[in-house]
Every structure is written in structure tokens, then in C-alpha cells.
């Protein structure tokens, strides 16, 4: 990594993780290979002996997957990347790197679904117990803090409420308490927010949404600050296996070229059509953190850099009303996932927190007339005309 720390994040978009191979590759080749031959056994043995470096085997590393770690790297300001196969693997490396039996997780209820149920399912199994607790409460999270809690998994903004957890608050208090803050910071991406920079030690993605931006791979990245957490959890994911490839690798770092672009152009289209929505008369609630209405607002000026492409909001008539509206979309498609260039509208209480049960999504304050929205690059214009068309058929 050797591009200058003063890098503009749209220069560091372009230019993080260039490779400079034999030929003058522009773009980093895709080293499609599970393997890489040793010169003679004494450079098998040194690399092995990590006294000389070099790749060995594609899970445990490889130029293109190396390429992508050091760009994303690069944008959060952290020092080293990890790609994973999934944002779930990176969560799960995650905690299976930092926990161990008898320890406490204080994780935020507005979290990603398989995140809730990971830790509720899998690793209380394993004598992990987690409390979900409101984070953008920093006195909440304060009482959840035990003497055995060793980790703060903050999402923010939420999933899908979009609240906001002041994550400088949640990390001065993790520390305090010996644990570790991590931030999952797929929702706003590192041109929107550096949870490094704010206190965190380790920043999650799904890469899958805003860093790739084209809705065509599922992967996953680990950032962190130091030699020595990357070097054990590099050792804990060559384990666990849950690596990216190099192709996605590819395609994720080509992707984050236009990041920056494709950041600003999310935020403008988002607000606009957040601004539509608050001014709708079938419209109860928007939750957006560039509206002076979202209950976090200030924290969210505080520690964001835009406002991002993700809006909930809920209509008048509930679930029945919102059914109607998703059914009747035509340019925004009705699918999960988000971040992509084009615009996802789905219903999270049947579908992305189907997972949680009534009572879970209650104490998080996901109701089920709530609609979700992953607001696109296409024109705003248009995009408004086309969520005008289906709310009219309410
Ligand atoms: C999608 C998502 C994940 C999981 O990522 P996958 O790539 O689907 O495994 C984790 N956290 C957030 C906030 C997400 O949106």
C-alpha cells in the first residue's frame, strides 16, 4: 500500500490497490489459480515460515483478493483488508476470532437478520450470550456492558429502521470496558462514514451492496488498524475458509472505481425522493438520515458525510397498503438486497427480518407496514414517477 494517507477518496477510488506486475497491467490481472509454484523447496519452506513473502495457496491468499483488501483498506483507513466470501463470513470470522466461551456480545437490535440470528442461534449455542440493545441509546448501551462482554457490534445506520448509533459514544464506552467496537458499515460504505476514524477497531462489509454497486457478486471484507489482529484473523478466516475468489475480487474492485460517483449520485436521488415520500398523503413516516425529521439527526450530520441511498418509510394502511405499492412498482424492482445501481423496494418483516420473531422485530421498532427502499442511480425524476404510479393504486 503505497498510495499517499492526504488521497482524496475519489482519487483513492481509482487508484487504491493498483498492482504493478511485469507487464504494466492497468487493472490487476485476475490470478485465477487455487496455486503458485515454488521456485525449490527452500522458498516453499521460507514462505511457509512467512520469512519471505509470496503466495502459497488462494485461501490463504492471492494477488487479486489482495488487490481488492488493500483498496477497501485504503478507503476505510485502516491498515489491512481481509476478503470474504460473504459479509456473513466476514461477521462470522469476525466472531469467531474475537470470541471464546463465557464472553458477552452487546450488539445492536437494528442489525442485519442473519447477524441477529447468528448470534442467537449459533453462538449462544457455544456459550456466547448476546444482548440486543437500542445503540443509538448510548446510556443502553452502557447498562448492557458486563465484566465478560468482549465485543460491541454496532450496525449503523440500523437495518432497516435507519438509526443512527453515535459511534465515537459506543467506542470511548467498549473501551472503557475492555471489548472491541466493531462497525458494520455496509449501509453508508467508507465514502459516507470511517468508523476507524471515529473509534471503531473493525469495520465489516457486504460488499455485496454499495462497495460492488452492480448487484452481480455476494462478498465480504474485514478492515482493520493492525499488524496483529490481521495477522491472527487472517489465520482464523485460512481456518474457518470462508475466503473471497479471485474473480469477485475483481469485480468488487472494479466496482469501487465509480464508488465515489455512484455515493453521490445515491444521496441526491435518495433525498429527493425521501422529500417526495414526507410531502405524500399516503405516507405515515420516512426514515431517512437526511431529513431533519429522523430522531438522530444531529449524530448523523456529526458522523456522516451524506446521507446515503437507503430510505424506510411506512405507509398509511399498513402492511395491505405497502403489499400494493411493492406489487405495482415498475422501474424499482422487488427484491432484497441493495446498493446496487438500480433501486430494490422490499418488505422487511416478511422478508430480509423474517428471521426474527414478532417480539425481536417489536424491540427493534421494525414494524410491518414498513417498506424499504435501496434508492438507485437512474433519474430521480422518473424514479418518483414511478413510486407516484404504485401508491396511486393504494
Ligand atoms: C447484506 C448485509 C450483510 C450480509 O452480507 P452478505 O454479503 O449478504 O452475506 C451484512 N450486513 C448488512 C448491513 C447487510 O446489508
Known amino acids: 500500500m503505497s498510495l499517499s494517507d492526504d488521497l482524496s477518496q475519489e482519487s483513492a477510488c ?25 521456485r525449490d523447496t527452500e522458498h516453499g519452506a521460507a514462505l511457509f515460515a512467512g520469512a519471505e513473502e509470496g503466495y502459497i495457496y488462494t485461501r490463504m491468499l492471492n494477488p487479486t483478493i489482495q488487490a481488492c483488501e488493500n ?26 476470532h474475537g470470541l471464546r466461551v463465557g464472553d ?42 458486563r465484566p465478560e462482554t468482549r465485543m460491541v457490534f454496532v450496525e449503523s445506520p440500523g437495518n432497516p429502521t435507519l438509526v443512527i448509533s453515535d459511534i465515537e459514544r459506543c467506542a470511548t464506552i467498549a473501551h472503557a470496558h475492555d471489548a472491541v467496537m466493531v462497525v458494520d458499515n455496509t449501509f453508508m460504505s467508507p ?20 462497495l460492488n454497486g452492480h448487484a452481480d457478486v455476494v462478498a465480504g471484507m474485514i478492515v482493520v488498524k493492525d ?45 429527493k425522493v425521501a422529500e417526495y415520500l414526507e410531502r405524500h398523503e399516503k405516507v405515515v413516516r420516512v426514515y431517512y438520515p437526511g431529513l431533519p ?3 438522530q439527526y444531529a449524530v448523523a450530520q456529526k458522523q456522516h458525510k451524506g446521507p446515503g441511498g437507503m430510505i424506510t418509510f411506512e405507509l398509511k394502511g399498513g402492511l395491505e397498503a405497502g403489499k400494493t405499492m411493492m406489487n405495482n ?23 430480509t427480518h423474517a428471521c426474527l420473531t414478532k417480539d425481536e422485530r417489536e424491540k427493534a421498532h421494525i ?21 407516484a404510479q404504485a401508491m396511486s393504486n393504494i
Open 14 to 38: 481509482i487508484h487504491a490497490g493498483e498492482v504493478h506486475d511485469q507487464f504494466g497491467a492497468v487493472v490487476p490481472p485476475i490470478y485465477q489459480t487455487s496455486t503458485f509454484r515454488f
Open 71 to 96: 483498496a477497501v483498506a485504503i478507503l476505510e483507513g485502516g491498515a489491512y483488508g481481509l476478503g470474504c466470501a460473504s459479509g456473513m463470513a466476514a461477521i462470522n470470522t469476525i466472531f469467531v
Open 104 to 145: 458477552h456480545v452487546v450488539c445492536s437490535d437494528s442489525v442485519y437478520g442473519p447477524t441477529h440470528t447468528l448470534l442467537r442461534t449459533v453462538f449462544s449455542k457455544w456459550g456466547i450470550e448476546s444482548t440486543f440493545v437500542d445503540t443509538s441509546d448510548s446510556t443502553a448501551v452502557e447498562r448492557s456492558m
Open 191 to 210: 465514502i459516507l462514514q470511517q468508523p476507524l476514524a471515529l473509534g471503531a477497531d473493525i469495520v465489516v462489509h457486504s460488499m455485496t451492496k454499495f
Open 227 to 271: 499488524k496483529e489482529t490481521y495477522g491472527s484473523m487472517r489465520k482464523i478466516l485460512n481456518q474457518v475458509g470462508g475466503v473471497i475468489d479471485p474473480f469477485n475480487s475483481f469485480l468488487v474492485h472494479r466496482g469501487i472505481k465509480t464508488l465515489a460517483l455512484r455515493m453521490e449520485r445515491h444521496c441526491t436521488n435518495a433525498m
Open 293 to 295: 425529521s429522523h430522531p
Open 329 to 351: 412498482v415498475r422501474l424499482c424492482h422487488l427484491a432484497v438486497s441493495l446498493g446496487g445501481v438500480e433501486s430494490l423496494i422490499q418488505h422487511p418483516a416478511s422478508m
Open 367 to 387: 414494524t410491518d407496514g414498513m417498506v424499504r427502499l435501496s434508492v438507485g442511480i437512474e433519474n430521480a425524476d422518473e424514479l418518483i414517477a414511478d413510486l
